[in-house]
């Protein structure tokens, strides 16, 4: 069964949550606007990861990467904090913008071209205009997947994609954010949580 956006961010998550659960926080430095902190695991040194705060600008170090997020505000770490529940807005703003190829959406971005439109009215009255631009579509879709001779190869769909006259706007829903930047996002959700923790037991 191929992967889809869901199952792979859900995937990663998980190996996240297990690989960061045992993290703790360090503040170790304040001054000003600047701000760094360490987290890990205080048994070892896998996934450990530093978070550098600077206005506009929160920078992940480590063993996890090295990773920007950019965004307008003077304070990163309250941004991110208001933000850190949109996974896809707070990994928008990092600088690395390399996506993944994810061959389970490009499957569904085929199945959905076979669904077509609906043909029907409430009065049950079909429109010849829409079924034959569904049988055309659905006659491009099987083009494309006989073009289509390898799951991972990006380039091969989009090309086939292109060659069957589909709108290529559509290819975007095929892609998704690459790992690295779904570990960092993981990071930062550890991180905010971590902070919160210290701040109640304060």
Request: hydrophobic share 35%; charged share 30%; glycine share 6%.
């Amino acid at each position: 069964m191929s992967e889809t956006r869901a199952s792979r961010r859900a995937g990663l998550f998980a190996m996240a949550k297990e690989s960061l659960a045992n993290h703790t926080i360090k503040l170790d430095a304040d001054v000003s606007d600047f701000r760094v902190w360490t987290c890990r695991n205080p048994a070892n040194t896998f996934y450990w990861y530093r978070i550098i705060s600077v206005p506009g600008c929160l920078i992940i170090q480590g063993d996890v990467g090295n990773r920007i997020f950019t965004m307008y505000d003077r304070d990163p770490v309250g941004w991110l904090r208001g933000a850190i529940n949109s996974p896809d807005y707070v990994m928008g703003k990092c600088e690395d913008k390399e996506k993944d190829f994810i061959s389970g959406e490009a499957k569904i971005l085929l199945q959905e071209l076979r669904a077509g439109e609906q043909s029907e009215d409430t009065d049950g009255v079909v429109d010849s205009d829409i079924v034959e631009e569904n049988n055309t579509l659905k006659a491009k879709a099987d083009e494309v997947e006989e073009a289509w001779t390898d799951e991972q190869d990006a380039d091969q769909f989009s090309r086939a994609y292109y060659e069957a006259g589909l709108d290529t706007e559509s290819l975007s829903s095929c892609y998704d954010f690459n790992s690295d930047i779904i570990w960092s996002y993981a990071c930062l959700k550890k991180f905010i949580e971590l902070l919160d923790i210290q701040v109640t037991k304060a």
